[in-house]
């Protein structure tokens, strides 16, 4: 759920949305290739625009868009409810009940961990529902 006084504390502050774009960039691992091209341009085009004309180009949408991406990029320790290293640990063992490869190498990939991105974390529910590890509803 995004925060709106967040966004309008960004509004009022471009210098603010100019460090967390450029702190964003720090995760290119984890970016896709819009996310990554939208916070290159912040921090590249606009954002020396910005601040020395005292006008900050970005939209609310775009606004919202940033603080999604960094929300995007936190590391989850739960999963409603359940335990995110439990999940790829139960999901790990039954890996090979899976007829999906790239299901199969995620949890190889990640087995061991104890948190996972927002991103991932629904690519491990959907896995543990197929594997029956959770409800349907979780």
């Known amino acids: 759920m995004l925060d709106f006084r967040e966004i309008e504390r960004l509004r009022k502050d471009p210098r603010a949305a100019l460090l967390l774009a450029q702190r964003l960039l720090n995760f290119r691992d984890h970016l896709d290739d819009r996310q990554l091209a939208f916070l290159e341009d912040i921090v590249h085009e606009k954002a020396p625009r910005a601040i020395s004309d005292q006008f900050w180009p970005l939209t609310t949408r775009q606004l919202e868009w940033l603080v999604d991406i960094r929300d995007g990029l936190k590391d989850h ?34 087995k061991g961990r104890t948190t996972l991105k927002a991103r991932q974390i629904g690519l491990l529910l959907h896995i543990a529902r197929r594997l029956q590890l959770v409800e349907q509803y979780a």
């Not at 320790?77 to 790239?102: C, K, P, Q, Y």
Request: a negative charge; aromatic letters at 12%; zero cysteines.
């Open 77 to 110: 320790h739960t999963v409603n409810g359940f335990s995110v290293a439990r999940l790829l640990e139960e999901a790990w063992l039954n890996r090979f009940e899976l007829d999906n490869d790239e299901h199969i190498e995620f949890l190889d990939r990640n």
